[in-house]
T-cell receptor, first 114, second 114 residues
Framework: GDSVTQMEGPVTLSEEAFLTINCTYT??????LFWYVQYPGEGLQLLLK?????DKGSNKGFEATYRKETTSFHLEKGSVQVSDSAVYFC?????????????FGKGTKLTVNP | DTGVSQNPRHKITKRGQNVTFRCDPI?????LYWYRQTLGQGPEFLTY????????KSRLLSDRFSAERPKGSFSTLEIQRTEQGDSAMYLC????????????FGDGTRLSIL
């Protein structure tokens, strides 16, 4: 079945460091890909998305490119801030059956220190 | 856009009791999803509604679980004869339009089984 694999956390960085969180997927067909973020005490929020190969999603300084050849959707940010501390989830939208349900990775906890 | 609302935020109950959670989606959204999230894991799909019709159920959804969405508005998720393994965060999400639209999540209901 469809699945998402994320790099294991936790990840701890200093402010202004470069961030990469790896995400690879297995899916039938061509899923849409998403990054969701969960700040402490809050619900899941969409961070960015890409719907087809070579699309780049971007938001709040974060970027991810849909790479069909490597089945990857790695999340990057050039300079992280303390306020970026959160849990990040990579997800794909499974198109079979029509529900477009989301299949999530396990999440990567990011802590940014001042 | 008042967001997806879930009630209660936290439910504590004894093993064997029945519990019911409510989700109020964003008003114009016709698609509604329930997910379950356990500690250290990503959310897992439980069930999907399009308007009032329940179109997909996960194998995770045992016969002790039932979900409804009367009139295609709010939804309820009931768990009968709760077990220790039911302890989790139950998330509701909604979306509208066609295809792989981003899902908007509520803050979830945390279920604790004593």
């Amino acid at each position: 079945g469809d699945s998402v694999t994320q790099m294991e956390g936790p990840v701890t960085l200093s402010e202004e460091a470069f961030l990469t969180i790896n995400c690879t997927y297995t899916a039938t067909g061509y899923p849409s890909l998403f990054w969701y973020v969960q700040y402490p005490g809050e619900g899941l929020q969409l961070l960015l998305k890409a719907t087809k190969a070579d699309d780049k999603g971007s938001n709040k300084g974060f970027e991810a490119t849909y790479r069909k050849e490597t089945t990857s959707f790695h999340l990057e940010k050039g300079s992280v801030q303390v306020s970026d501390s959160a849990v990040y989830f990579c997800a794909l939208s499974a198109r079979r059956g029509g529900s477009e349900k989301l299949v999530f990775g396990k999440g990567t906890k990011l802590t940014v220190n001042p | 856009d008042t967001g997806v609302s879930q009630n209660p935020r936290h439910k504590i109950t004894k093993r064997g009791q029945n519990v019911t959670f409510r989700c109020d989606p964003i008003s114009e959204h016709n698609r509604l999803y329930w997910y379950r999230q356990t500690l250290g894991q990503g959310p897992e799909f439980l069930t999907y509604f399009q308007n009032e019709a329940q179109l997909e159920k996960s194998r995770l959804l045992s016969d002790r679980f039932s979900a409804e969405r009367p009139k295609g508005s709010f939804s309820t998720l009931e768990i009968q004869r709760t077990e220790q393994g039911d302890s989790a965060m139950y998330l509701c999400a909604s979306t509208g339009g066609q295809g792989a639209q981003p899902q908007h999540f509520g803050d979830g209901t945390r279920l604790s089984i004593l």
